[in-house]
């Protein structure tokens, strides 16, 4: 059975950072392209950042262009957020999702599992 | 990126009622489509993709179907069970978007 198990997340202040942790169980975590994807309280889903099955490749929203970086160490099964110069903007649950695997387009794929969520919340 | 819209955002219903949520892609997704179901608290959960796609485990009474810039979301007899936000979402492109959610509330 597929596990996502994220971590790290807490209460930071404006302009600090945190490394948010996903931890992968279940499957062949090196297969797998991985996503993050954010929903700010109340709000809707948002795509963070994605990172290949080798991590050669990395894709970003333009809200955390140059101030997130998505990493993924495919020894130790888990996927990574480094999050830098935080805003209230960013103060949301942060979930790490699996890219599925069957019809996919050229581009992309639809979420297939996603972990129970860790909340970040930015304040003074 | 690909604005998505889903109408209504909220709907209220009650058991046993068919239900329709539309969503509109700002342009052609082809069949890239994806509906994910959310309950309060908890993580969504993909219904279907591909459009019309049932996902392993998703009941029957759950359908998809468009194409290009206009989807649908069908639930064919509402239960207890499907109270909750669906959120379409277009991975046409890299930069995956979701629409704003439809909130399915008991009537």
């Known amino acids: 059975e597929v596990h996502l198990v994220e971590s790290g997340g807490g209460l930071v202040q404006p302009g600090g950072s945190l490394r948010l942790s996903c931890a992968a169980s279940?499957?062949?975590?090196?297969?797998?392209?991985m996503s993050w994807v954010r929903q700010a309280p109340g709000k809707g889903l948002e795509w963070v950042a994605n990172?290949?099955?080798?991590?050669?490749?990395?894709y970003y929203a333009d809200s955390v262009k140059g101030r997130f970086t998505v990493s993924r160490d495919n020894a130790k099964n888990s996927l990574y957020l480094q999050m830098n110069s935080l805003s209230a903007d960013d103060t949301a649950v942060y979930y790490c999702?699996?890219?599925?695997?069957?019809?996919?387009?050229?581009?992309?794929?639809?979420?297939?599992?996603w972990g129970q969520g860790t909340l970040v919340t930015v304040s003074s | 990126d690909i604005p998505m819209t889903q109408s209504p955002s909220t709907l209220s219903a009650s058991v046993g009622d068919r239900v329709t949520i539309t969503c509109r892609a700002s342009?052609?997704?082809?069949?890239?489509l994806a509906w994910y179901q959310q309950k309060p608290g908890k993580a969504p959960k993909l219904l279907i993709y591909?459009?019309?796609s049932l996902e392993t485990g998703v009941p029957s009474r759950f359908s998809g179907s468009g194409s290009g810039t206009e989807f649908t979301l069908t639930i064919s007899s509402l239960q207890p069970d499907d109270f909750a936000t669906y959120y379409c979402?277009?991975?046409?492109?890299?930069?995956?978007?979701f629409g704003q959610g439809t909130k399915v509330e008991i009537k």
């Open positions: 999702v699996r890219d599925g695997r069957r019809e996919c387009s050229r581009a992309a794929c639809y979420y297939d599992y």
């Open positions: 279940g499957f062949t975590f090196s297969s797998s392209w």
């Open positions: 990172i290949k099955q080798d991590g050669g490749e990395e």
């Open positions: 342009e052609s997704v082809s069949s890239w």
């Open positions: 591909k459009t019309s």
């Open positions: 979402q277009q991975y046409d492109s890299y930069y995956r978007t």
